[in-house]
């Protein structure tokens, strides 16, 4: 009778013990000097069924997701859509940041991409068209040269003929420096006469009885002497004009400055239009065939625009806090208007996969023969009366627990419901034979 009081006693504090196991595997120690427990022995058979095995255990749940949240771009928070206990879907909005800035940025780095790409486009092969347009720019550039240089001729041969008209000048101001001079000198030399004549003729009629008189020949002697003396005061005139002409035609023949101007210029513009039919020639060459690092180089860069436009547009999405997967809202910590960022949770949410619920429970040494893996069993819970959800034995744990004495297994079971169970629920687990 004893040796039976002890063998339900060690019964009674094995089941004890499985009820106050804890998710993960931790068991919990029994006091040696608990009080006696009275009643049902949870892993003694029932006396109904003698046969059947019941004993308890806890619902677990082996794949449990959660996730905390936060926007991977800095801003102002503008909306939060969703509050605690709430039940969201995968991809559902949760919240928004302000983003003009990153719509701008996004708008940049788009123009820089298309600036990029037309910029290749133009170092690509040319089309027909675009051949016909760089042959006439070349032409046009050539033509420019030709009319240039006609120019510059021209203007040297003018300039040519104006210094040949200019020594010819000096050579004419020369001759007519001497002719004046000249003439000065013989219309001198007649003065000079015409004088010594009124002299004479004065003497010879101009006194009667001893006092001068005009007679007709000291008239005439005087008139001579008078148109003498015109003559040479127009004739100093005469020579100081072709004095000036000499100074001024050599002048020109000297410094020919004037006439330089207009050559020097048809010369820049001819020099100018040499230059940019060169520059036309070689931009002629490149736009028919760029150099290879040329479009290397351009290829890059759309390469550069390409990956920055991806990041602004990846910044942009980054404003919109979504759910990755579907679940429940467990916390919400973000007030519109504030900031928010990659080091700030702004919500959490978190999902129970009710296909990995798992029941553990611990079998009595005595008992865990009747225990098969792949075995069905029935699983009940207080806080479902009636309700019976059916599972399977997945695993039988290959060495035993002794806790004071009581020597138990750990058994694993699945269990199939509609979501009831829930993780931490206290059950029991019933073994038919």
């Known amino acids: ?4 009081s002890l063998m339900r006693t060690k019964l009674i504090l094995g089941g004890l013990v499985a009820l106050l196991v804890l998710g993960g595997g931790a068991w919990a120690l029994l006091s040696s000097r608990a009080a006696p427990v009275t009643g049902r022995n949870p892993f003694a058979m029932r006396p109904a069924k003698a046969a059947a095995l019941e004993v308890p255990g806890q619902v677990q749940v082996s794949s449990h997701r959660r996730a905390a949240l936060s926007f991977q771009v800095s801003g102002t928070l503008k909306a939060v859509y969703v509050r605690v206990g709430q039940k969201v879907r995968d991809g559902q909005v949760l919240a928004r940041l302000h983003a003009a ?5 996004t708008a940049q780095a788009a123009a820089g991409l298309r600036s990029a790409q037309a910029n290749l486009q133009l170092l690509a092969a040319p089309s027909d068209s675009q051949r016909t347009s760089y042959a006439a720019q070349l032409a046009a550039a050539k033509n420019a040269e030709d009319n240039a240089a006609a120019n510059y001729q021209a203007a040297k041969n003018l300039y040519q003929q104006e210094m040949a008209d200019a020594q010819q000048a000096v050579v004419q101001a020369q001759a007519n420096l001497a002719s004046a001079q000249a003439k000065l000198q013989g219309d001198e030399a007649a003065l000079q006469t015409d ?3 009124l002299a004479r003729t004065e003497v010879q009629y101009g006194y009667v009885n001893g006092q001068p008189v005009l007679t007709t020949p000291v008239v005439e002697a005087q008139d001579k002497v008078s148109y003498d003396e015109t003559a040479v005061a127009a004739d100093q005139q005469g020579v100081k004009a072709a004095q000036a002409a000499l ?13 330089e101007a207009s050559l020097m210029q048809a010369k820049s513009a001819w020099q100018q239009a040499v230059h940019a039919y060169a520059e036309a020639q070689a931009q002629y060459r490149l736009e028919l065939s760029p150099p290879p690092a ?4 351009a290829q890059g860069g759309v390469e550069q625009a390409q990956a920055a436009w991806s990041g602004a547009q990846v910044n942009l999405t980054d404003t919109v806090l979504v759910a990755p997967f579907a679940g429940t809202v467990t916390a919400v910590d973000g007030v519109v208007g504030q900031y928010a960022g990659p080091q700030a949770v702004t919500v959490e949410i978190s999902a129970i996969n009710a296909h990995t619920l798992r029941v553990y429970a611990q079998v009595a040494q005595e008992s865990v023969g009747q225990v098969q893996v792949g075995a069905r069993v029935v699983i009940t819970s207080h806080d479902f009366p009636g309700r019976r959800f059916s599972g399977q034995v997945l695993s039988i744990a290959p060495a035993a627990t002794t ?6 297994y750990r058994i694993k079971l699945s269990v199939v419901g509609q979501g009831e169970l829930k993780p ?4 029991e687990a019933h073994f038919t034979p």
């Open 195 to 197: 004088e010594t004549m």
């Open 294 to 297: 040329q479009v290397a180089a």
């Open 101 to 105: 800035s990153y719509r701008q940025a």
């Open 424 to 427: 931490g629920m206290s059950v």
């Open 1 to 4: 009778m004893e040796r039976g």
């Open 403 to 408: 806790v004071d004495g009581i020597v138990t």
């Open 247 to 259: 100074t001024q035609a050599q002048s020109t023949v000297q410094d020919p400055a004037g006439y």
